[in-house]
């Protein structure tokens, strides 16, 4: 493993000739300068996810900005949620349709749609390995900061974006925040937004 956390290692290399991943190499989205580009989360990170979350058959994960759907497609595999992948870049979706389709998944969706206005409101889980900033991901955090006043939530985090969801006031979580590893917080008490 990486000394740092970071990086890819030869789980990544088992996964990857499972999912026989292949990025596309035509027809990129122009992308806003607050939208990060295209990084999977490494495999080790996954599992520690399905760890923190224990998810459940009730559960619903939704990975925004999830590429060619690498958390939806093994959550799929490894546990008995339904999940979802959000992303903006319509190749990476048909990538992982067509992952899905060929592993004969039936419980993950991918969905070509923006953050900001996909509909969120079946998620009980939600991850971001920093698919944005600044005033993309304020705008995604105060969406799930509304879904939050409807019922409790969970939202991982991986990469960069965790320092600023740590400071949301609306969620809390039961260890300190690390950079380098998946973090989970848990909504508070559902309340009217503010």
Same mark, same amino acid.
């Given at each position: 493993m990486p000394a740092n956390g970071m990086g890819y290692d030869y789980l990544d290399e088992l996964i990857s000739g499972v999912f026989q991943f292949e990025e596309p190499t035509a027809g990129h989205a122009r992308r806003e300068s607050e939208i990060v580009p295209y990084?999977? %989360?490494?495999? @080790?990170? =996954?599992? @520690? $996810? =399905? &760890? $923190? /979350?224990? $998810?459940?058959?009730?559960?619903?994960?939704v990975d925004l &900005?999830?590429?060619m759907g690498h958390v939806p497609l093994l959550v799929s595999i490894c546990t008995q949620a339904r999940t979802i992948g959000i992303e903006l870049e319509a190749n990476y979706v048909q990538r992982a349709q067509q992952c899905a389709q060929s592993l004969n998944l039936k419980n993950v969706t991918f969905l070509h749609q923006d953050a900001r206005e996909a509909d969120l409101s079946?998620? /009980?889980?939600?991850? $971001?390995? %920093?698919?944005? %900033?600044g005033s993309v991901l304020r705008s995604v955090l105060d969406r799930l900061r509304r879904e939050a006043t409807t019922r409790q939530i969970r939202i991982c985090t991986y990469g960069p974006c965790t320092p600023v969801i740590a400071n949301e006031p609306w969620l809390e979580t039961a260890e300190a925040p690390e950079t380098p590893q998946v973090v989970l917080f848990n909504s508070r008490e559902t309340s009217a937004p503010a």
């Open positions: 990084q999977p %989360t490494p495999a @080790r990170h =996954i599992f @520690r $996810l =399905i &760890g $923190l /979350t224990a $998810l459940t058959a009730t559960d619903v994960l &900005g999830s590429g079946s998620g /009980t889980v939600f991850y $971001l390995y %920093t698919p944005f %900033t």
